[in-house]
């Protein structure tokens, strides 16, 4: 891995690698609840830095080799219940922030934004609150933060809520019960390359205080419908119709959100991104934003002349 550091603002350093061409156009990776930034296999990556991209994936605060907000508070599993964060130390706003910091860190003016789950939630973030810096949105697996769609189904939560073993092989065996849960139940796993990357994300800094506080952050942001009314980039939605930590409602609910998104399903993908998926995933994602960056090449020759 080649790892880097960028300064992003408010103290916040987030740890960041790219693929593909220095000059192609940017197209960010952002990573859900408590999940480091390798969960986007490297083959991935490359896939997508093969349709013409700059791949850049990083981890975000409180997650993997970027800042941890240790010392701030972390939510109880009371306040997760009733979903009431008074003490949240930050929200998706902020999580938002440090995407855009990244971006100027990086002097990228504008990029291609893909978010899985709570990754999913902070791109819908920026694509609304920084609309100058978002050339296109893919939200995958995710929802817009409503009460009654895209919840999680009842036999996932003793896993989910359930606390992480701080010795390495236990961590891992409880990681991989809990991918087994929520994984896809339509596609072969490969067990032997799930291994390898929840062996990594030990290695590289497991953290379930920070997961809880980015917890704490998407219920303490609430529903977001109201606000995705602002996003205007060419959007795609992509979800697993067997999800069962984000159930599909939650991705029909941010199809319905976003004026002009199309919706994508995917028959047997569970809360993951399964290998035999990419071809379809990766080849949805390069379609939006290649038509997204023909569209605003043709407006601005239009302007020009």
């Known amino acids: 891995m080649d790892e880097r550091f960028a300064e992003v603002g408010n103290g916040i350093t987030l740890c960041y690698e790219s693929f593909g061409e220095p000059d192609a156009p940017p197209l960010l990776l952002i990573m859900g609840l408590g999940t480091q930034m390798v969960a986007w296999h490297?083959?991935?990556?490359?896939?997508?830095?093969?349709?013409?991209?700059?791949?850049?994936?990083?981890?975000?605060?409180?997650?993997?080799?970027?800042?941890?907000?240790?010392?701030?508070?972390?939510?109880?599993?009371?306040?997760?219940?009733?979903?009431?964060?008074?003490?949240?130390?930050?929200?998706?706003?902020?999580?938002?922030?440090?995407?855009?910091?990244?971006?100027?860190?990086?002097?990228?003016?504008?990029?291609?934004?893909?978010?899985?789950?709570?990754?999913?939630?902070?791109?819908?973030?920026?694509?609304?609150?920084?609309?100058?810096?978002?050339?296109?949105?893919?939200?995958?697996?995710?929802?817009?933060?409503?009460r009654f769609t895209g919840q999680p189904a009842l036999r996932s939560y003793p896993v989910l809520l359930g606390k992480s073993p701080t010795e390495r092989d236990a961590y891992i065996t409880h990681a991989a019960k809990m991918w087994g849960i929520i994984g896809s139940p339509g596609f072969e796993r490969d067990d032997i390359e799930l291994r390898a990357m929840l062996e990594l994300s030990f290695d590289r800094g497991a953290n379930p205080a920070g997961t809880a506080r980015q917890l704490?952050?998407?219920?303490?942001?609430?529903?977001?419908?109201?606000?995705?009314?602002?996003?205007?980039?060419?959007?795609?939605?992509?979800?697993?119709?067997?999800?069962?930590?984000?159930a599909p409602s939650g991705g029909r609910a941010t199809a319905k959100a976003i004026q002009g998104?199309?919706?994508?399903?995917?028959?047997?993908?569970?809360?993951?991104?399964?290998?035999?998926?990419?071809?379809?995933?990766?080849?949805?994602?390069?379609e939006l934003a290649h038509g997204a960056d023909g569209a605003a090449g043709a407006e601005s020759a239009v302007r020009a002349a």
């Not at 795609?236 to 984000?246: N, Q, S």
């Not at 994508?264 to 994602?285: C, E, F, K, N, S």
């Open 216 to 246: 704490g952050a998407i219920l303490a942001s609430g529903d977001r419908r109201r606000e995705l009314r602002a996003v205007h980039a060419p959007t795609l939605v992509i979800h697993g119709e067997a999800d069962k930590l984000v």
């Open 261 to 286: 998104a199309e919706l994508v399903t995917i028959p047997g993908m569970g809360h993951d991104l399964p290998r035999p998926a990419w071809p379809q995933i990766v080849g949805a994602i390069a």
């Open 42 to 146: 490297e083959h991935f990556c490359r896939d997508l830095a093969g349709h013409g991209f700059r791949v850049i994936r990083f981890d975000n605060r409180d997650s993997g080799r970027s800042s941890r907000m240790d010392g701030a508070p972390v939510p109880t599993l009371a306040q997760i219940a009733t979903r009431r964060i008074p003490n949240a130390p930050y929200k998706l706003a902020d999580m938002a922030l440090d995407t855009v910091g990244l971006l100027d860190a990086l002097e990228i003016e504008r990029a291609h934004l893909v978010g899985a789950s709570m990754g999913g939630m902070i791109a819908q973030t920026v694509a609304a609150r920084h609309p100058l810096r978002t050339r296109s949105l893919t939200s995958i697996m995710s929802n817009t933060g409503g």
